[in-house]
């Protein structure tokens, strides 16, 4: 089944304790990126990758890294998490070099930081 | 001003309604549209891809208008389980630069 897949649905953790988000997609995408949804605010995208080893920034990157080492797999990391990044967190991938190819989303992490 | 602007509603239609949203984009080279429905704290999913000739897609109608630069959804004949939040996409790919930029979200409630 075609899919993204996002770990862990949900986490809890305190401010300053590195933590990944892993997101992985098994339909040969290119493209990939990372967003946050809050409350009035929306779907906010954090950093975005055309291709292995090429990330971009999104509009809100501060306090977040990336990386895309392999095509499946773009991780998001917060090496210290603040309170302000409690969110609901989506990945999502699609085909990069398709105008109509739409935005596959995997289930959502929903991450609070104490 | 906002890239994508959408009117977030809610919207509470009788079932059986007709609905309509509008949303607006400001990037005129934006290359193209899509709805997306999500759920309440699930992962947004594709409804349609929105054409300037205008695509349908059973009770659902979606329209492009260039000129004005905005979207429309028109949902017919409503259904409970149409409750959701609607959200505006627009895409735009230039040079290896690919932006996918939200809209806030428009939210359907459909009564009984």
């Known amino acids: 089944e075609a899919q993204v897949t996002q770990n862990p649905r949900y986490l809890i953790t305190v401010t300053g304790k590195k933590l990944t988000v892993t997101c992985s997609q098994n339909?040969?995408?290119?493209?990939m990126s990372w967003y946050r949804q809050d409350p009035g605010l929306g779907l906010r995208q954090i950093y975005y990758?055309?291709?292995?080893?090429?990330?971009d920034k999104g509009d809100v990157p501060e306090g977040y890294k990336v990386s895309r080492k392999e095509k499946r797999n773009f991780p998001l990391i917060l090496e210290s998490p603040s309170p302000n990044q409690t969110s609901l967190y989506f990945c999502a991938s699609s085909l990069a070099r398709s105008f109509n190819s739409p935005l596959h989303f995997g289930n959502g992490t929903r991450l609070t930081v104490t | 001003r906002k890239e994508v602007e959408q009117d977030p509603g809610p919207f509470n239609v009788p079932e059986g309604a007709t609905v309509a949203f509008n949303c607006t984009y400001s990037n005129s080279a934006s290359q193209s549209f899509f709805w997306y429905r999500q759920d309440c704290r699930k992962e947004p999913k594709l409804l349609m891809s929105?054409?300037?000739s205008g695509n349908e897609d059973g009770r659902f109608t979606a329209q492009l208008n260039r000129a004005s630069q905005y979207i429309s959804l028109l949902i017919r004949d409503s259904k409970l389980s149409d409750s959701a939040t609607y959200l505006c996409v627009d895409y735009l790919n230039s040079g290896g630069y690919q932006k996918v930029t939200f809209g806030i979200g428009t939210k359907l409630q459909v009564i009984p």
């Open positions: 339909m040969n995408h290119e493209y």
């Open positions: 929105v054409y300037s």
């Open positions: 990758s055309m291709n292995v080893e090429v990330t």
